[in-house]
């Protein structure tokens, strides 16, 4: 379960004449329990892609897919943890996490046994009672993950998730959302503009061009992953020091840097 | 440190109450006669407790005061706040209901004082109608902003989580919005007692208002401030109590910690 597709998806803001195209013709095939990581330059239109995703966006032509189903509307099958977190900030962080599973109906006795469990995963438990204010940025996005991952989606829509957390806090949880991927897979589209963290996250790397955004080229990490065993070391850092690690990272860059040449020219 | 400032506050009014002799009797710099002086005072506080004045007590004219308060607020913040929250979240129910409320709303609820006494008589009814005029403005407006200034990904996030209408509402857009429905409550609160003074003022047979009025005529400067510090207290009394609640109810937020 989870299989995301792009067919031919294009989106126009404002009026469909007059307005501006953000995403023209984008094509992306997503398997079942990949996790593909879309980087970019800011503003071509990435974000606008999970958005459509998660149903929070509609096409202005061509198809989005989950599970060869046509988005229509948001759903828990498709969990999206924000930039910002957006946590509710009056509940409690055992309350935000049970808020889902409240909806879906879960049976009190299954729902503690669930929370319970993915507080453990992310190491939540002595933070349970707190509010979100009384947590650090890491602690409320370990949160906010929680809140996706007790759901059981087919899909994790990541947009920019570490995106506003400072570098030691960052890179603690990339490494945990590697354990996590390892634990319980998951069908992950990843939105970052950070190279390094979507070759170390990432199974496929899909780089977009600068507005009217569309899928240049995709790159395939996870061959040189598991021929050169990145998951053998337990450091990011040892990962990004290796010569294959470097290679893919400096062959995105370059990509990615023909657009921002594009744009300044 | 709750405590310290609570001594400080005390000790601040000790001090108005010395300079308020210093001004009356031991400098003699307020001529007698234009304020009264403490013991003035004390004494028409005594007269009006013990033997009554403008008709009642001055608990009974208190208590009338501060039960049409109550009754006022809770009837103004019941209908006020559920309307700026469909106006906050129903865009329809916006463009229908704001252009009116936009052009009632400027009226100053003390114009409504004569409309009300012809309709309703110098009973309670009409008092209760102006107060509601002038607190229901505040709560309309601040839970309308409220839900306007909603983030989106908080929305989002419980949409994306399949909650229902319902729990939508009680369990994100009102909390959210909460911090800016208790401004409009504190606003609203401030209005109805400045609105309950008019319209006693006016025309009324019991109530605070109504003691400064009779106390004017009578020219009486003590019992008026008498009637003047009742006010002050009881509204720093309503006020402590509706602080007390949304420090209850905010207790998640970083406004209600302090």
Known sequence: MGAIRFDNVGKVFGRANSGFAALEAVDLDIREREFVAIVGPSGCGKTTCLRMVAGFESVSSGRVLVNDRVVKAPGSDRAVVFQQFALFPWKTVRQNIEFGLRNKRTPRDERNELVDDVLKLMTLESHRDAYPHQLSGGMQQRVAIARAYVLDPDVLLMDEPFGALDAQTRVVMQEELVRLARINPRTVLFITHAVEEAVYLADRVAIMSRRPGTIKEVIDVKTVRTSEDWDGFEKIEDVMDLESFVHLRTRIWKSLREEKVAVDG | MRNR?????????????????????????????????????????????????????????????????????????????????????????????????MLIRPIPPLAWIPLAILWLGLGDAAK?????????????????????????????????????????????????????????????????????????????????????????????????????????????????????????????????RA
């Open chain 2, 5 to 101: 400032k609570a001594m400080v506050g005390l000790g601040a009014i000790a001090g108005v109450v010395l300079l308020w002799f210093a001004l009356t009797r031991w400098f003699g710099i307020i001529p007698i006669g234009r304020f009264p002086t403490p013991g003035e005072f004390w004494d028409a506080l005594k007269q009006i407790e013990l033997r009554g004045f403008a008709g009642s007590r001055l608990h009974a004219h208190a208590l009338h005061s501060l039960r049409l308060i109550v009754i006022s607020f809770l009837v103004a913040v019941a209908t006020g706040i559920p309307l700026g929250l469909l106006m906050g979240w129903n865009r329809r129910a916006e463009a229908l209901i704001n252009p009116v409320f």
């Open chain 2, 128 to 256: 209760v109608m102006v107060i509601w005029f002038a607190a229901f403005v505040p709560s309309v407006i601040n839970a309308h902003a409220g839900v306007r200034n909603i983030d989106r990904s908080m929305i989002e996030a419980a949409r994306m989580m399949g909650t229902p209408p319902h729990r939508l509402v009680m369990e994100v857009i009102v909390p959210a919005a909460m911090p800016m429905i208790f401004t409009g409550l504190r606003l609203s609160l401030q209005a109805s007692w400045t609105t309950l003074v008019a319209a006693e003022l006016v025309g009324a047979l019991v109530g605070v208002g109504f003691v400064l009025n009779v106390a004017q005529q009578d020219i009486f400067p003590a019992m008026i401030l008498v009637g003047m510090l009742t006010v002050g207290v009881l509204g720093w009394f309503t006020t402590y109590v509706l602080g007390l609640v949304e420090r209850r109810v905010l207790a998640w937020s970083v406004q209600g």
